[in-house]
């Protein structure tokens, strides 16, 4: 891979971002007390999961407990080669770089893809599936999604041959949670104040938490959330809708008391006093904070046509809407409205469930605005042939009950269709209705404009996730709002990095993917306002790269049945190069 930047056909250029002079850094130490304040908490302790903290067991591997065998000839593998190789009853990931041997854990602890086939590139692998990177030497984590680490296992060389020792225990966990500190202030459970409050306790708001504990910071930090549920993977809501709460979970709860991470439930804040630094939940319990993170993330979008208030219209938000949706529609006739990625990928999953599915939709193809019109056109051939009806270049101008539950869609072309359940996916607006009059900048179109940092205007306030706009390195530093799960959890961390005073900057490559009918679409970069698509692969095959350009440059590359090329590019765009010109080196063989 490395060798390829010196391929002749390649037109590449460097950009190099200077870091912007902006506000002064943020400083909350990882010891550091917040000045205790008095502000006595009224009846919400009830909803506190941390009440008590336990110890983590941390087994260390004693020598019976590890294995350790040969598994190649040092020739076997070439520099930025990599290889699954057995290990006891277990796999590892072996890689050679500079000369040097790697052992790691072999699946992504995201997903479990296989990370022998992502990308080796300067000192880390990228996940082919959906784009996390993992360094080399440490097996840390280095981008998301996803948010624990791989285990880095011992490898010496003898007589040419390399062994890897492994503990038992790492080989069938493959995942690790980085060290984390625990929370010894002793105010936490009831007290009204914190050092640390996250409002959102999606992506953002976990990643801010965990990060903070990995960083060492011991101080009170407290999460809180409409749901009432503890952060759960949100984009399987769309692509499984019958998986239950207990299994969406990212963490257990035992983890959350553990690292005194406290999460408030069904808790909305209503108000943010920047002065005082203070926010006011809906029952009037307040809180008192000294950093606090804004990641209330967006809220869907609804229908405002006649009957619009009739049962059985759904958005997908939270893993009730999703349970219900399944429920109501096995068997039954069901429209979707937007062929965006939500209102697509619950079309695909409920095609088996439900008698019938129909989408109806504003543009002429799904997906136009973001994959273009080809790309569309060949998704909802797939889609057609799975049985799914499209109603195109219309909405909805009517929604027809019979004793109070969905009945008929009726549709501005004039068109009745027959409708038990309704799922609407035509976007989201930022939830950031509460922060109106805090003093806190929203644009106009109600986003959270931060810096790279993920400083608001306000010291000491940050925000993240789908509900900023912030600079984008690789586009010159264009003010764009990215709700990628993915873009969450790398802002919710330099947020977190930033409350420390560690001056990170937000520059990971947007990655983003879909999935239907068992098929993942992935895409990496910023494609907004492409002006062509140079398509490579058979798209009737739907097996397929997309690039999409402006100018001469590649912005965004889309990709089905094609990895890691998706990977592959966004390394190279993580690099500081662009991608521009003759394009073949990338997909061609031996690259
Ligand atoms: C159904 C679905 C499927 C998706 N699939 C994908 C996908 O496949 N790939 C992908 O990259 N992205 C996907 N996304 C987008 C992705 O989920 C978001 O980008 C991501 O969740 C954003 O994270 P966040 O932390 O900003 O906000 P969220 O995860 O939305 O979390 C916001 C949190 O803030 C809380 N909150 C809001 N307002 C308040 C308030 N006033 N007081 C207290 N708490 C508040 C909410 O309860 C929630 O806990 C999907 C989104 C949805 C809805
Ligand atoms: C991997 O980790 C090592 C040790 O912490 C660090 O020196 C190196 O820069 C990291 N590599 C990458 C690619 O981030
Ligand atoms: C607790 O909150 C309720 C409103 O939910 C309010 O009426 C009451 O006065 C509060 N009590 C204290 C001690 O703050
Ligand atoms: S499986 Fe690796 S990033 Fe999702």
Same mark, same amino acid.
Request: glycine fraction near 8%; hydrophobic fraction near 40%.
């Given at each position: 891979?490395?060798?390829?930047?010196?391929?002749?056909?390649?037109?590449?250029?460097?950009?190099?971002?200077?870091?912007?002079?902006?506000?002064?850094?943020?400083?909350?130490?990882?010891?550091?007390?917040?000045?205790?304040?008095?502000?006595?908490?009224?009846?919400?302790?009830?909803?506190?999961?941390?009440?008590?903290?336990?110890?983590?067991?941390?087994?260390?591997?004693?020598?019976?407990?590890?294995?350790?065998?040969?598994?190649?000839?040092?020739?076997?593998?070439?520099?930025?080669?990599?290889?699954?190789?057995?290990?006891?009853?277990?796999?590892?990931?072996?890689?050679?770089?500079?000369?040097?041997?790697?052992?790691?854990?072999?699946?992504?602890?995201?997903?479990?893809?296989?990370?022998?086939?992502?990308?080796?590139?300067?000192?880390?692998?990228?996940?082919?599936?959906?784009?996390?990177?993992?360094?080399?030497?440490?097996?840390?984590?280095?981008?998301?999604?996803?948010?624990?680490?791989?285990?880095?296992?011992?490898?010496?060389?003898?007589?040419?041959?390399?062994?890897?020792?492994?503990?038992?225990?790492?080989?069938?966990?493959?995942?690790?949670?980085?060290?984390?500190?625990?929370?010894?202030?002793?105010?936490?459970?009831?007290?009204?104040?914190?050092?640390?409050?996250?409002?959102?306790?999606?992506?953002?708001?976990?990643?801010?938490?965990?990060?903070?504990?990995?960083?060492?910071?011991?101080?009170?930090?407290?999460?809180?959330?409409?749901?009432?549920?503890?952060?759960?993977?949100?984009?399987?809501?769309?692509?499984?809708?019958?998986?239950?709460?207990?299994?969406?979970?990212?963490?257990?709860?035992?983890?959350?008391?553990?690292?005194?991470?406290? +999460? /408030?439930?069904?808790?909305? #804040? $209503?108000?943010? *006093? &920047?002065?005082?630094?203070?926010?006011?939940?809906?029952?009037?319990?307040?809180?008192?904070?000294?950093?606090?993170?804004?990641?209330?993330?967006?809220?869907?979008?609804?229908?405002?046509?006649?009957?619009?208030?009739?049962?059985?219209?759904?958005?997908?938000?939270?893993?009730?809407?999703?349970?219900?949706?399944?429920?109501?529609?096995?068997?039954?006739?069901?429209?979707?409205?937007?062929?965006?990625?939500?209102?697509?990928?619950?079309?695909?999953?409920?095609?088996?469930?439900?008698?019938?599915?129909?989408?109806?939709?504003?543009?002429?193809?799904?997906?136009?605005?973001?994959?273009?019109?080809?790309?569309?056109?060949?998704?909802?051939?797939?889609?057609?042939?799975?049985?799914?009806?499209?109603?195109?270049?219309?909405?909805?101008?009517?929604?027809?009950?019979?004793?109070?539950?969905?009945?008929?869609? +009726? /549709?501005?072309?004039?068109? #009745? $269709?027959?409708? *038990? &359940?309704?799922?609407?996916?035509?976007?989201?607006?930022?939830?950031?209705?509460?922060?109106?009059?805090?003093?806190?900048?929203?644009?106009?179109?109600?986003?959270?404009?931060?810096?790279?940092?993920?400083?608001?205007?306000?010291?000491?306030?940050?925000?993240?996730?789908?509900?900023?706009?912030?600079?984008?390195?690789?586009?010159?530093?264009?003010?764009?709002?990215?709700?990628?799960?993915?873009?969450?959890?790398?802002?919710?961390?330099?947020?977190?990095?930033?409350?420390?005073?560690?001056?990170?900057?937000?520059?990971?490559?947007?990655?983003?993917?879909?999935?239907?009918?068992?098929?993942?679409?992935?895409?990496?970069?910023?494609?907004?306002?492409?002006?062509?698509?140079?398509?490579?692969?058979?798209?009737?095959?739907?097996?397929?790269?997309?690039?999409?350009?402006?100018?001469?440059?590649?912005?965004? +590359?889309?990709?089905?049945?094609?990895?890691?090329?998706?990977?592959?590019?966004?390394?190279?765009?993580?690099?500081?190069?662009?991608?521009?010109?003759?394009?073949?080196?990338?997909?061609?063989?031996?690259?």
């Amino acid at each position: 891979w490395g060798g390829c930047a010196a391929l002749p056909t390649v037109e590449l250029k460097i950009e190099v971002v200077l870091p912007e002079k902006e506000r002064g850094k943020e400083e909350l130490s990882a010891s550091g007390k917040g000045s205790p304040r008095a502000y006595q908490g009224n009846g919400t302790a009830r909803h506190f999961h941390t009440e008590e903290r336990l110890p983590t067991p941390h087994p260390y591997p004693s020598p019976q407990d590890c294995v350790e065998a040969a598994v190649c000839h040092v020739k076997d593998l070439e520099n930025g080669q990599m290889r699954e190789v057995e290990l006891g009853w277990g796999k590892v990931l072996l890689v050679k770089d500079n000369g040097e041997f790697h052992a790691l854990g072999h699946k992504c602890p995201h997903y479990g893809a296989p990370l022998v086939k992502g990308v080796l590139s300067r000192g880390r692998v990228r996940c082919p599936w959906h784009g996390a990177c993992f360094n080399i030497s440490t097996g840390d984590l280095e981008d998301f999604p996803g948010l624990d680490s791989l285990h880095k296992f011992q490898v010496k060389i003898e007589k040419e041959k390399v062994y890897v020792r492994a503990s038992k225990q790492a080989l069938q966990l493959q995942r690790r949670t980085k060290v984390m500190a625990k929370c010894i202030s002793p105010s936490a459970g009831y007290s009204g104040s914190t050092n640390v409050l996250i409002v959102g306790a999606g992506a953002a708001g976990l990643v801010c938490a965990e990060t903070l504990r990995q960083e060492g910071f011991s101080d009170r930090i407290v999460l809180c959330t409409l749901d009432r549920h503890l952060p759960y993977d949100r984009p399987k809501l769309s692509k499984s809708l019958d998986t239950q709460p207990e299994q969406l979970a990212l963490r257990p709860k035992e983890f959350f008391r553990a690292y005194g991470i406290e +999460v /408030l439930t069904e808790a909305q #804040v $209503v108000t943010v *006093d &920047v002065r005082n630094k203070k926010v006011v939940f809906k029952d009037g319990f307040k809180l008192e904070y000294s950093k606090l993170l804004l990641a209330p993330g967006s809220s869907p979008k609804t229908l405002s046509c006649k009957g619009k208030e009739v049962e059985n219209v759904f958005t997908i938000r939270t893993p009730e809407d999703a349970n219900r949706v399944v429920r109501l529609a096995r068997g039954r006739n069901v429209v979707v409205v937007g062929a965006g990625f939500l209102g697509m990928e619950v079309a695909a999953y409920l095609t088996e469930k439900a008698h019938s599915v129909s989408v109806v939709e504003l543009e002429e193809t799904p997906f136009r605005r973001f994959l273009g019109e080809r790309v569309g056109r060949a998704l909802m051939k797939m889609f057609e042939n799975n049985r799914v009806k499209f109603y195109m270049q219309t909405e909805v101008s009517e929604l027809r009950a019979q004793e109070g539950k969905l009945k008929e869609v +009726v /549709l501005k072309s004039s068109k #009745v $269709v027959r409708a *038990d &359940v309704c799922v609407v996916g035509i976007g989201a607006v930022p939830a950031t209705g509460f922060l109106k009059q805090s003093g806190i900048s929203l644009d106009s179109r109600g986003f959270i404009p931060v810096n790279k940092m993920m400083q608001t205007n306000v010291p000491g306030v940050f925000a993240a996730g789908d509900a900023v706009t912030f600079p984008l390195a690789w586009r010159n530093n264009r003010k764009v709002n990215i709700p990628h799960w993915q873009m969450a959890h790398a802002q919710g961390r330099v947020a977190a990095q930033n409350m420390l005073a560690q001056e990170a900057e937000i520059s990971t490559v947007p990655y983003l993917w879909t999935a239907m009918f068992g098929k993942s679409l992935r895409y990496t970069g910023y494609g907004e306002s492409f002006d062509d698509v140079i398509i490579q692969g058979d798209l009737e095959e739907l097996k397929f790269v997309a690039f999409y350009t402006k100018g001469d440059e590649v912005i965004a +590359v889309a990709s089905m049945n094609y990895d890691p090329i998706v990977s592959k590019v966004a390394e190279v765009l993580a690099s500081g190069l662009w991608v521009t010109g003759d394009m073949s080196w990338l997909t061609g063989k031996g690259s």
